[in-house]
Nanobody
């Protein structure tokens, strides 16, 4: 079983920054960040494959950056210029069945999920 544990969430004012981390027990080719605000569906923030190729939702391009350290089995989400609409529970996820990530992440592809870490951005 692969376990994922997120950390780094918190409360910040609009325009602030946070770094989220996801510690994994093994290395998976396709990793992703998702987020879910109350009353909304879980949406993909972005993905990164083992070689470091990233893809992002249009709403976060230029503000949120995904990276990974394969030696440490750790996934990161660097968040800057945060907006109130970024407020959500953030989850990391791993897709063990794909060599590379899809252009658009599909929730059902991700077999492993962390418990989530809350990010709250105030105006």
């Amino acid at each position: 079983q692969v376990q994922l544990v997120e950390s780094g969430g918190g409360s910040v004012q609009a325009g602030g920054s946070l770094r989220l981390s996801c510690a994994a027990t093994s290395n998976i080719n396709c990793m992703a960040w998702f987020r879910q605000a109350p009353g909304t569906e879980r949406e993909g923030v972005g993905t990164v494959d083992r070689e470091g190729t990233t893809r992002y939702a249009e709403s976060v391009k230029g503000r949120l950056t995904i990276s990974r350290d394969n030696a440490k089995n750790t996934l990161y989400l660097d968040m800057s210029s945060l907006k109130p609409e970024d407020t959500a529970m953030y989850y990391c996820a791993a897709d063990p069945g794909a060599l590379l990530c899809r252009i658009t992440p599909i929730r059902s592809d991700f077999m492993y999920w962390g418990q989530g870490t809350q990010v709250t951005v105030s105006s």
